[in-house]
């Protein structure tokens, strides 16, 4: 059997492994294909590929877009799009540059709170990419702040929390577009992340179907077996593409591991071939 992980994280986001590493590691794992699915950016891709192609891994260009629909928040993952495609990179931009403002004002929110932290200090936790919160989180473990990356996310950094501060997010339905539009299927990430309701999942993706959305990210470490069965379920009966991932962000989520590590998360890659399949029916339009 072929295994794949189609959601992972590299240090061009929030992961701790450059791309190259993450390629090797996966690799060392015995996945036969991955996808690099950073946030917000398709910066790390070029990386990916080429030591994909060194290390005989198939790299899917990929992408995880935060975005909103009324009062929820979401994850759109993005697979198959032209990483250097113009128009979404120009999209992107407005996304970053409200990241480095966020930034900003999360660091004045802990520095009015007593705790002594600089953009400069910040800027050491992420060399080649964006800089999020769980770099921000790892500045107030080593500064002692907190005892664990948690505790930073619980007393500070989660949305209500002490420091947080919100940054733009385009709809859910420009997000699929914008996939679209450079050639990636649109995928919802951990839909239990969005809403914990089964009613409002089921809701939900017949919404973001209508706008485009193409599959359910059917198979996560934070999906029980009983969930990940009704998942898939509602997945097929609309006729979308079931995928998985393990969202693996090296040490910034210690626990989580690449899938086939964990043998509750094996992800067969015929749910590949289906994703493929698809993306060559969608180019041949
Ligand atoms: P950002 O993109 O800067 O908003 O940060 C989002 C990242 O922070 C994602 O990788 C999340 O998984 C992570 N994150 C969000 N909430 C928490 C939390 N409560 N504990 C740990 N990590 C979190
Ligand atoms: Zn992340
Ligand atoms: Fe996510
Ligand atoms: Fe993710």
Known sequence: MKYIDLHTHSSYSDGTMRPATLIDHAKQ????????TDHDTMAG???AMARGLEQGVEVIPGIEISSRHNDMFMHILGYGLQHDDPTL???????????????RRIISKLCKLGIKVT??????????????????????????????????FSRYLRRGGRAYADRFRYEAGAAINMIQEAGGLAILAHPLSTTPRLSGIRELV???????????????????????KILKQVTLENKMLVTGGSDFHGDN????????????????YSLLVEIKKQLERQSGL
């Open 89 to 103: 990179k120009d999209r992107l931009t407005k996304i970053q540059e409200s990241r480095s403002g966020r930034n």
């Open 45 to 47: 891709v070029p990386e």
């Open 119 to 152: 953009m400069a200090d910040l800027k050491i936790y992420s060399k080649e990419g964006q800089t999020g919160r769980p770099h921000i989180a790892r500045l107030l473990l080593d500064k002692k702040v907190v005892r664990t990356l948690h505790e930073a």
């Open 253 to 268: 989520k210690p626990d989580i591991t690449l899938s086939l590590a964990r043998e509750q998360l094996s992800i067969p």
């Open 29 to 36: 794992a015995g996945l036969s294909a991955i996808a690099l």
């Open 206 to 228: 017949k919404t973001l179907q209508d706008m485009g959305l193409a599959g359910v990210e059917v198979y996560y470490p934070a999906h029980s077996p009983g969930l990940t």
